[in-house]
């Protein structure tokens, strides 16, 4: 078995830094990019609900339509 030395365990701190470097780095990035992904959501969030707000009231006012016509119709038939 050999003994290894100084250099070999320098050159292994040397890779692992790196790589974890690497990854470090690429953590960064996806945190930086997950602002402006969010920022996107939460307008498409607004956006869905004014359009929810809006679809309740056509369904409001075509209930009130029929209605209408419903209480017409009873009261030629009546």
Do not use: C, N
Not at 29 to 53: C, D, I, N, P, T
């Amino acid at each position: 078995m050999a003994i290894l030395g100084p250099e070999t365990f320098q050159t292994g701190l040397y890779w692992s830094v790196l790589v974890q470097g690497d990854v470090i780095d690429r953590v960064e990035q996806h945190v930086l990019h997950s602002g402006a992904h969010l920022e996107k959501g939460r307008g498409h969030l607004q956006g869905a609900g004014r359009r929810q707000k809006a679809a309740r009231k056509v369904t409001g006012i075509k209930l009130v339509y029929i209605g209408l016509y419903w209480e017409g119709l009873v009261l030629a038939a009546g």
